[in-house]
Nanobody, 126 residues
C-alpha cells in the first residue's frame, strides 16, 4: 500500500480558495490513479475528483468548473485546487490511491482505491 499525507485544509470564507496537497511515499506513484473524496458529518464519503496515471481527469458534477485536480510525478504529489468555495463544501477531504499500475479504468467509488490518507478538514464559512 501507498502512504499518503494530506495538507492544506483550513477555514475559508465562502467564495475563497484553498489548495490541498497529498504527498505519496512510493517510487512508482506515477503509475497510479489518484482520487480525492470528502466526507461531511453524518454523510457518506463521496467522490470529488480523480486523475489517471496518464494525466487525464474527471470530476463530480458538483465541483466541475470550481475544482481542479493535478499531479506532479517528480514530487510524488497530487493537488486539489478549490475555488469559489461554498459552505456545502465543508468536509474532511481524503486523498486516495489505486495502486493497480497503469490501470485504465475509472472509479468514483471508495472501494476502487486501496490506500487512503488521514484526511484534512476544510471548513467554509458563510
Amino acid at each position: 500500500q501507498e502512504q499518503l499525507v494530506e495538507s492544506g485544509g483550513g477555514l475559508v470564507q465562502a467564495g475563497g480558495s484553498l489548495r490541498l496537497s497529498c504527498a505519496a511515499s512510493g517510487r512508482i506513484f506515477s503509475t497510479f490513479n489518484m482520487g480525492w473524496f470528502r466526507q461531511a458529518p453524518g454523510k457518506e464519503r463521496e467522490f470529488v475528483a480523480a486523475i489517471r496515471w496518464s494525466g487525464s481527469t474527471y470530476y463530480a458534477d458538483f465541483v466541475k468548473g470550481r475544482f481542479t485536480i493535478s499531479r506532479d510525478n517528480a514530487e510524488n504529489t497530487v493537488y486539489l485546487q478549490m475555488n469559489s468555495l461554498k459552505p456545502e463544501d465543508t468536509a474532511v477531504y481524503y486523498c486516495a490511491a489505486d495502486t493497480r499500475r497503469y490501470y485504465n479504468g475509472d472509479s468514483d467509488q471508495p472501494d476502487g482505491y486501496n490506500s487512503w490518507g488521514q484526511g484534512t478538514q476544510v471548513t467554509v464559512s458563510s
